[in-house]
């Protein structure tokens, strides 16, 4: 797989990501452990299908220690942090923080063997960072004293994603078929604090059971394996710039369902996180790759 394809598999985790907020909308009243119990059981149940059709499906999964612990500390890890943001600070300062992600990607993979922080890519993602504040400031952020618990702890879930993908081109060897391992593995952390903290509530009507199971096969399901094949095979910088289209693409799915309204903010927002992606991304317009 060349490098250009596994970074568009890469962007297609993002554009999954970009309807995360309208799909949770749509399943109702459920508590946030307790979706997060249901959606990842489902992605992990998705990346054990495919595991079946392989005679060596249980080697794939039998991964060293530290593997698990970067899979399953990132994955649940940054869930808990977000949702424990989302509890103490309201969701536009929350957000706000944590999509640091983006530009602490582009930064960390300076760290990484072989691979060159170039003036384009801090560029491109600061002008996504940019855009990002906007569009939060414009949809009413701000910040109060009492919201620090879940500030820092959107603030902290930030590096928690951030040093998990990085790792992942770090773990190349450890096959995406294993991440079904991992979302098994959050699933049921995340049901045993669904038990111990919230009340169970199931969804209500047949479009909130649909909704669960799409956010289990997309958001929470296949967008993990897509970023996986990203990171360990893509252009790490280019896809930690073009994450900040995942707000803009969310709140445009808000507004088409209503959810949300348009602004000149939002629209300003577009230009600098597009701008931005582009330049990020120039590197994949060039003729011949590297």
């Excluded at 899979?71 to 944590?98: D, M, S």
């Amino acid at each position: 797989m060349s490098q250009r394809t596994a970074t568009l598999i890469g962007l297609a985790a993002i554009l999954m990501w970009s309807l995360l907020a309208v799909m949770t909308v749509a399943t109702g009243t459920i508590p946030a452990f307790q979706l997060a119990a249901m959606t990842f059981a489902i992605g992990g149940a998705v990346g054990l299908l495919t595991l079946l059709r392989n005679p060596q499906a249980l080697q794939l999964l039998r991964q060293p220690a530290a593997a698990w612990a970067v899979g399953v500390g990132g994955l649940f890890g940054y869930h808990a942090l977000y949702f424990l943001a989302l509890r103490f600070a309201p969701p536009a300062e929350a957000g706000l923080l944590n999509y640091l992600w983006p530009l602490l990607i582009v930064l960390f993979s300076a760290f990484l063997p072989g691979e060159r922080l170039a003036i384009h890519h801090v560029i491109g993602a600061a002008l996504g960072l940019v855009g990002t504040v906007l569009l939060f400031v414009g949809n009413g952020a701000s910040f109060a004293a009492s919201q620090l618990p879940g500030l820092a702890a959107a603030f902290v879930a930030a590096f928690v994603w951030a040093i998990y993908s990085v790792l992942s081109r770090r773990l190349k060897a450890v096959p995406t078929e294993a991440v079904a391992g991992f979302c098994l593995a959050t699933s049921l952390l995340a049901a045993i604090v669904h038990a111990a903290i919230e009340r169970t509530v199931w969804p209500g009507t047949p479009a909130q059971w649909l909704a669960v199971i799409g956010l289990g096969i997309g958001p929470v399901g296949a967008a993990f394996y897509a970023w996986d094949i990203g990171m360990k095979r893509g252009d790490i910088r280019v896809l930690g710039a073009a994450s900040y289209a995942t707000p803009l693409l969310s709140t445009a799915f808000l507004i088409l369902g209503g959810y949300a309204r348009p602004s000149a903010a939002i629209a300003v927002a577009a230009l600098l996180i597009a701008g931005g992606g582009l330049v990020a991304a120039k590197d994949m317009f060039r003729l011949r790759g590297r």
